[in-house]
């Protein structure tokens, strides 16, 4: 089973940052399709930014787009989530997953990465408000 540690979250501001981190491993990084999910209170985990295996894609939902930036390292085994000009939509329990998923498109990779990854973590929770 893959493990993975999300840290980082907390309070902040509307249009402050964040950077949220998941532990793993390098190898999990280097070969596995990686990304961050949230589920907010009463609905569903939905896919947030995810990084394609193959080719180093990355995908965002349009909720996030141009607010997110993933990134990862793989020699200090993390996967970072940067988040700028948030809003109080983006709170939410944030998770990271990993698991070897293959798609055509990085979007299909992500929510499939989303179905299939059963180790999830404890998250951190994000919570925007004034």
């Known amino acids: 089973h893959v493990q993975v540690v999300e840290s980082g979250g907390g309070l902040v501001q509307p249009g402050g940052s964040l950077r949220l981190s998941c532990a793993t491993s390098g190898a999990i990084l280097d070969y596995y399709a990686i990304g961050w999910f949230r589920q907010a209170p009463g609905k569903e985990r939905e896919a947030v930014s995810c990084?394609?295996?193959?080719?180093?894609?990355?995908y965002y939902a349009d909720s996030v787009k141009g607010r997110f930036t993933i990134s990862k390292d793989s020699e200090k085994g993390a996967l970072y989530l940067l988040m700028n000009s948030l809003k109080p939509e983006d709170t939410a329990v944030y998770y990271c997953?990993?698991?070897?998923?293959?798609?055509?498109?990085?979007?299909?990779?992500?929510?499939?990465?989303?179905?299939?990854?059963?180790?999830w973590g404890q998250g951190t929770q994000v919570t925007v408000s004034s």
């Open positions: 990084i394609s295996s193959s080719d180093g894609s990355e």
């Open positions: 997953a990993a698991d070897l998923v293959w798609h055509d498109t990085v979007q299909a990779m992500c929510f499939q990465l989303g179905k299939t990854f059963t180790s």
